[in-house]
């Protein structure tokens, strides 16, 4: 399948976020925005993990449906002013660097859309850690207990 495919397919508009994952595997997922069409080109915009927050060709989001599959789409949710505005802070964020705990993909795509800067991917791998070191922290003082 073409991006072209997919936009058309899906009548994607600006500030749709385009949601890719790796194939086979379930555990993190990829945000891209799509921006819109220009003299027949359509245009992303993603925050990457070596470039930050950056424009993407088309040519460039085909390399991700190659490698990644796309594995749903969250459509802007709210009026056409929005959009305009969320189209507009997503330029604006361009250069933004990308951090894997503080900004990462989900975290801007979820800022474009929702004006709220947050992951729950990341959100999600804090809690499991919190559990396990918990839960490691509660055996150990059990095991204490029977030993005493």
Same mark, same amino acid.
């Given at each position: 399948?073409?991006?072209?495919?997919? @936009? +058309?397919?899906?009548?994607?508009?600006? #500030?749709?976020? @385009?949601?890719?994952?790796?194939?086979? &595997? +379930?555990? %993190?997922?990829?945000?891209?925005?799509?921006?819109?069409?220009?003299?027949? +080109?359509?245009?992303? &915009?993603?925050?990457?993990? =070596?470039?930050?927050?950056?424009?993407?060709? /088309?040519? =460039? $989001?085909? /390399?991700?449906? @190659?490698?990644?599959?796309?594995?749903? %789409?969250?459509?802007?949710?709210?009026? &056409? /002013?929005?959009?305009? /505005?969320?189209?507009?802070?997503? @330029?604006?964020?361009?250069?933004?660097?990308?951090?894997?705990?503080?900004?990462?993909?989900?975290?801007?795509?979820?800022?474009?859309?929702?004006?709220?800067?947050?992951?729950?991917?990341?959100?999600? $791998?804090?809690?499991? %850690?919190?559990?396990?070191?918990?839960? #490691? %922290?509660?055996?150990?003082?059990? #095991?204490?207990?029977?030993?005493?």
């Amino acid at each position: 399948m073409t991006v072209n495919d997919f @936009i +058309n397919q899906n009548n994607l508009l600006p #500030a749709d976020v @385009i949601v890719v994952g790796k194939k086979n &595997i +379930n555990l %993190l997922d990829h945000y891209v925005i799509y921006m819109g069409e220009d003299n027949g +080109n359509h245009w992303f &915009i993603a925050n990457i993990i =070596d470039k930050g927050v950056t424009w993407l060709s /088309e040519s =460039d $989001v085909q /390399e991700y449906i @190659i490698r990644y599959a796309p594995k749903g %789409l969250r459509r802007f949710p709210h009026g &056409i /002013e929005r959009r305009r /505005e969320a189209v507009e802070l997503a @330029i604006n964020k361009v250069g933004e660097g990308y951090n894997l705990i503080t900004y990462n993909c989900e975290h801007f795509a979820n800022e474009v859309q929702f004006r709220k800067a947050e992951s729950k991917q990341v959100d999600d $791998v804090a809690k499991g %850690l919190l559990t396990v070191t918990v839960s #490691a %922290l509660l055996i150990g003082g059990i #095991a204490s207990l029977l030993k005493g």
